[in-house]
């Protein structure tokens, strides 16, 4: 009878499925095709400790991008923000992390050189070749002669193919309007009045989405484009623009956008459904790296389908070109993946 009931108890324990490790993140981590990793993140104090770059590095993305506020430096000075960007190099962990990967990126307020700086200020070409330079971009790159810091990417996989575009929403961005009620920092602008891109940026923008062939268009901005009620700023400071920007993607018919932001100091993740089919649009926000918005109490977004993650954080999308679909992951200290959202795309 023993011998019975130990052969049972050895049959039931055998037939439980097999239990898999438990991971440290707090949201479980499946299995999913990379055919192509990106990373990105924005809000790096060059004073405080980034501790992403060594878990960065293991993670082998394809890209990092950077979203903006690269250094922390509002000056008209030059040669301190010279110094800042010099500071940011002394980072081997950083430099080790972005010598195995290609690196991109477009700046924010803080390392262009004014708290929610637009076309207004009087070092923006200076600051643009401190910009370059930090990037390690040579001399005979477009953007060493152009005005601003817009510019593309196409990253081919096999037969498929990622295009990056780097915005710039810095250099001819007109001025915002303060709000009145004093309960936010921006009203928006009176419709039509003001640019956020510039006429010259938003040509190459129609030209590099037009007739494109890629699969997935990346588009790096460095504020948020979609979630604008918090009053700070965003695409919504100028509701034509953010308009002119649902309609040109409608009408190039690029394949698999996907949008980028920073600036926050929080990471969310917004998708608005724009045009007469319903293309969903997603815009994924992650910041900061060195610092975040803790006291983050919530605040309204009616696009927002994503937890908020108002901790220190980067962000990893990760593309599957045989199903179209992607993953983005915004991920935490100590390798802890924070939240994930899919999307076919
Ligand atoms: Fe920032």
Redesign the pocket.
């Known amino acids: 009878m023993r011998m019975l009931i130990f052969i049972f108890l050895i049959t039931l324990v055998s037939c439980q499925p097999k239990t898999s490790k438990v991971e440290s993140s707090t949201v479980a981590p499946t299995e999913f095709r990379s055919d192509f990793v990106l990373s990105f993140g ?2 790096n104090n060059q004073l405080n400790p980034n501790p992403f770059w060594n878990q960065l590095k293991n993670q082998h993305p394809d890209v990092w991008i950077w979203g ?2 690269v250094i ?1 430096s509002d000056t008209e000075d030059m040669q301190i923000l010279k110094n800042n960007y010099a500071i940011q190099k002394q980072d081997t962990s950083y430099l080790n992390f972005v010598r195995t990967t290609t690196v991109m990126g477009t700046w ?3 390392d262009y050189g004014v708290n929610d700086g637009g076309s207004e200020y009087g070092k923006k070409k200076e600051s643009q070749q401190l910009f370059l330079d930090f990037l390690e971009v040579q001399p005979t790159d477009v953007r060493r002669k152009q005005e601003g810091l817009y510019y593309s990417q196409i990253f081919k996989i096999k037969e498929h193919a990622i295009k990056v575009l780097i915005l710039d929403t810095r250099y001819f961005r007109s001025a915002l309007t303060n709000d009145e009620t004093g309960k936010k920092r921006y009203q928006p602008n009176a419709y039509g009045a003001g640019t956020f891109l510039g006429e010259a940026q938003w040509q190459w923008l129609q030209q590099e989405l037009t007739h494109s062939t890629a699969d997935y268009h990346v588009i790096m901005s460095s504020v948020q484009v979609l979630s604008s009620l918090h009053g700070f700023e965003s695409w919504g400071n100028m509701p034509h623009e953010l308009e002119r920007l649902e309609q040109l993607i409608i009408d190039s018919q690029a394949k698999g956008v996907i949008l980028l932001s ?4 929080i990471s969310e993740i917004s998708v608005k459904k724009i045009g007469l089919h319903q293309l969903p649009l997603p815009d994924f926000t992650s ?2 790296m060195t ?1 975040s918005y803790t006291s983050f109490s919530g605040e309204e977004n009616p696009y927002r389908v994503s937890k908020v993650i108002f901790e220190k954080s980067y962000g990893i999308i990760r593309f599957d070109f045989q199903k179209r679909k992607v993953r983005m992951e915004m991920w935490g200290e100590e390798n802890k993946l924070l939240e994930k959202y899919d999307m076919s795309l």
């Open positions: 924005s809000c903006g506020d922390y924010d307020d803080h920073g600036d926050r100091h910041s900061g610092h």
